[in-house]
């Protein structure tokens, strides 16, 4: 093979590699990169104290998050969606049960940011990350 040849392959595949860590690093965000708002936080607040507050403290969210480790935190929405409160599943609004989980990960020590929390839009590829 010419050389001439052989640089423009090696170009493409340093391209397409390139392209592949961008796309890579999309999905890559993690609940340390403010996914959610200092707003969200506040009103999962009031969420947790009437809703959560009498069966679990934080403690146990922090062991929690731990098991949930590397995974898409829109499972773990959906999970909290589907069986809590574990006395009436499933009672609260969808936008009070993103609020909690942003209560509870900002508790749990991850920033607020600009970008609010939406199951509708991306949350699929956040990840919990726990230290
Ligand atoms: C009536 C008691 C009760 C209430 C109220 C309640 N929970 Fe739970 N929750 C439970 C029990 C029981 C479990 C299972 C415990 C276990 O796995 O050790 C659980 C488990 C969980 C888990 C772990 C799920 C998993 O699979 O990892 C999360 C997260 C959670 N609850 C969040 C919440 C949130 C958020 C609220 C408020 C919206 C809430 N809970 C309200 C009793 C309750």
Not at 38 to 43: G, L, N, T
Request: glycine share 8%.
């Amino acid at each position: 093979m010419k050389n001439s040849m052989k640089m423009v392959i090696s170009s493409v595949i340093l391209l397409l590699g390139l392209v592949g860590c961008q796309t890579g690093f999309a999905q890559d965000k993690t609940v340390k990169d403010g996914v959610f708002t200092a707003a969200q936080v506040d009103s999962g607040a009031r969420v947790y104290d009437s809703s959560c507050k009498t069966c679990h403290d934080m403690r146990f969210y922090r062991d929690t998050l731990k098991s949930w480790n590397n995974q898409p935190l829109l499972f773990l929405w959906e999970t909290v969606m589907g069986t809590m409160p574990a006395d009436n599943p499933g009672s609260l609004m969808l936008e009070e049960y993103t609020d909690v989980i942003a209560y509870i990960l900002s508790e749990n020590g991850f920033p607020a940011g600009e970008a609010k929390l939406d199951p509708d839009n991306g949350m699929e590829s956040i990840h919990i990350l726990t230290p």
